[in-house]
């Protein structure tokens, strides 16, 4: 089930500890999405198929599912979170695409992608923000990588800038306030990419301690 084959045109993923999709606007040197993040946003699309799964199941169907999902999870089943017990049971009997195949999908239809996540009652919330783009630039002799963060507050999606200069720990990260609100993910996109080197300097300077 992975995202149609519509959209926007791919990108290349680059072989690093690090790799991932690249992002990046006309004038600025791409950079990956980091790996870690990309397994984020993975399991969260398995976990959206599931769900919309479940929406579709007629309600008298949903309680002999759970049974045999605990029956399934044995002694992992979490009694406190049933929910989660026939997601991750719904999400065993859809026929998904490993990690890698959907990766790849994502480099080629990356605009597809980020209008399902859009389109999902489960788009990230302020709790659990995700990097939806990244771009490198220099401040003075530094390089430096910002990353877009965004999450859907109700009817906008909201956004921050995170700031790592290249050659520190991943630990050593500087965060701006929460400067975005755009009526929609792609909007949210593109004020991100519509920043010059200057306006991610001043932000970057905002955000040092």
């Known amino acids: 089930m992975s995202a149609p084959g519509v959209g926007g045109g791919g990108a290349e993923i680059v072989e690093e500890a690090t790799s991932g999709v690249v992002a990046?606007?006309?004038?600025?040197?791409?950079?990956?999405?980091?790996?870690?993040?990309?397994?984020?946003?993975?399991?969260?699309?398995?976990?959206?198929?599931?769900?919309?799964?479940?929406?579709?199941?007629?309600?008298?169907?949903?309680?002999?599912?759970?049974?045999?999902?605990?029956?399934?999870?044995?002694?992992?089943?979490?009694?406190?979170?049933?929910?989660a017990v026939l997601v991750a049971h719904c999400e065993s009997l859809l026929p998904l695409p490993p990690f890698e195949v959907w990766l790849e999908d994502l480099e080629r239809w990356p605009d597809a992608h980020w209008r399902e996540v859009e389109a999902s009652p489960d788009a990230p919330s302020s709790a659990s923000p995700v990097t939806?783009?990244?771009?490198?630039?220099?401040?003075?002799?530094?390089?430096?990588?910002?990353?877009?963060?965004?999450?859907?507050?109700?009817?906008?999606?909201?956004?921050?800038?995170?700031?790592?200069?290249?050659?520190?720990?991943?630990?050593?990260?500087?965060?701006?306030?929460?400067?975005?609100?755009?009526?929609?993910?792609?909007?949210?996109?593109?004020?991100?990419r519509g920043f010059e080197n200057a306006s991610l300097e001043a932000f970057l300077r905002s955000a040092l301690p």
Do not use: C, N
């Not at 007629?58 to 999902?69: G, H, K, Q, T």
């Not at 401040?139 to 290249?166: M, N, P, V």
């Open 24 to 83: 990046g606007t006309s004038g600025q040197a791409p950079v990956a999405i980091p790996r870690d993040d990309l397994v984020l946003h993975y399991e969260a699309y398995r976990v959206r198929q599931a769900r919309a799964l479940i929406g579709l199941l007629p309600r008298d169907a949903i309680r002999p599912l759970y049974r045999r999902a605990r029956k399934a999870a044995g002694a992992t089943v979490d009694e406190d979170d049933p929910m």
């Open 132 to 192: 939806i783009d990244t771009r490198r630039f220099r401040h003075g002799l530094e390089s430096w990588t910002a990353r877009l963060r965004g999450f859907r507050d109700q009817d906008a999606w909201r956004g921050f800038i995170t700031f790592q200069r290249d050659e520190d720990a991943p630990a050593d990260l500087h965060r701006t306030a929460l400067i975005f609100r755009e009526p929609t993910l792609t909007d949210l996109r593109d004020r991100f």
